[in-house]
Antibody, heavy 117, light 108 residues
Framework: EVQLVESGGGLVQPGGSLRLSCAASGFTFSSYEMNWVRQAPGKGLEWVSYISSSGSTIYYADSVKGRFTISRDNAKNSLYLQMNSLRAEDTAVYYC??????????WGQGTLVTVSS | DIQMTQSPSSVSASVGDRVTITCRASQGISSWLAWYQQKPGKAPKLLIYAASSLQSGVPSRFSGSGSGTDFTLTISSLQPEDFATYYCQQANSFPQVTFGQGTRLEIK
């Protein structure tokens, strides 16, 4: 069974940092592209970042470029999102999502990041 | 950026009804469109990819159609478990994809 489990969310002050993790199991993690997608409270979905299966190709949404860094450790079946210079508008549930072609076929349960003083 | 506009924003329907949700892209996206279902407090679930391909395990009452700029998601006979919010997602600019604003399907 495919499982994606996010962790690392919490309350952080504006300008602070947080590192999210996504532990994958039930599939060959190193063969799949991965993404982070977020959802602000009561709002819609926003794609955040993409990483290829090898980690060699990375993309970011303009809203997080220069502040967030995606990475992966295929030996540990894990995906990460380092978030720096956090802003109130980054408050959201962050999901890791497995790529299926150009869509996302499995999602984690999400981890809530709250940026507030 | 490619903008995705869903209509209606919300719809009320009864069990057994046929429901259609529309998604329009601000520019042509070929068939690079997916549909997701999200229930409160849960992660989205992939229903349809490549505009009309049914994801494994998804009931056949769900179907998708369209190409270019106009797309539809149809639920042929609503079941109680189908009441949720539905999102379209364009993948023409993959991996920098964008989602529609969502359509909330409520019980009448």
């Amino acid at each position: 069974e495919v499982q994606l489990v996010e962790s690392g969310g919490g309350l952080v002050q504006p300008g602070g940092s947080l590192r999210l993790s996504c532990a994958a199991s039930g599939f060959t993690f190193s063969s799949y592209e991965m993404n982070w997608v977020r959802q602000a409270p009561g709002k819609g979905l926003e794609w955040v970042s993409y990483i290829s299966s090898s980690g060699s190709t990375i993309y970011y949404a303009d809203s997080v470029k220069g502040r967030f860094t995606i990475s992966r450790d295929n030996a540990k079946n894990s995906l990460y999102l380092q978030m720096n210079s956090l802003r109130a508008e980054d408050t959201a549930v962050y999901y890791c999502a497995r790529g299926k072609g150009r869509s996302f076929d499995y999602w984690g349960q999400g981890t809530l990041v709250t940026v507030s003083s | 950026d490619i903008q995705m506009t869903q209509s209606p924003s919300s719809v009320s329907a009864s069990v057994g009804d046929r429901v259609t949700i529309t998604c329009r892209a601000s520019q042509g996206i070929s068939s690079w469109l997916a549909w997701y279902q999200q229930k409160p407090g849960k992660a989205p679930k992939l229903l349809i990819y490549a505009a009309s391909s049914l994801q494994s395990g998804v009931p056949s009452r769900f179907s998708g159609s369209g190409s270019g700029t106009d797309f539809t998601l149809t639920i042929s006979s609503l079941q109680p478990e189908d009441f949720a919010t539905y999102y379209c997602q364009q993948a023409n600019s993959f991996p920098q994809v964008t989602f529609g604003q969502g359509t909330r399907l409520e019980i009448k």
